[in-house]
């Protein structure tokens, strides 16, 4: 299990490896394992990608499955109701979810992209779908 100091580390890595951030604003603390972000940042995507770079610093504390992974993917495209989700290639490899088909939308391809990024230790996603008109 890491220490605290490990963890406060890693999620400060990571907050200045995401371009989605500005590291300067966001200020942390760390206590049994647990971080807390403290912060003032100009926009919703940017608060998102902060608490996306603590899950990821915390991703090695998870045992998470790569079916679980996938099969929580699949699901939540069949339940927001995006057209043939259960054809879709959704392939899993550790914390890299890569999403494979052709779409209809690009709204779809905006839904996908947040359902893969909204699942636990994803660290990385492939879009390879496309647009078929």
Known sequence: MKTDKQIQRDVRDE????????AAQIGGTTKD???TLSAMVDTYGS??????????ADAPQQRVVASDIKSDIEATLKRVAVADAGARSVDVNGGHVTVK???HSWAERDTINHTVWSAPVVTRAVDRTYVAY
Request: a positive charge; proline letters at 4%; glycine letters at 4%.
């Open 47 to 56: 608060k998102s990608a902060a608490e996306r770079a603590v899950r990821v």
């Open 101 to 103: 088909d052709s779409i």
């Open 15 to 22: 907050l200045k490896w995401d371009p989605a951030v500005n």
């Open 33 to 35: 394992g647990a971080a």
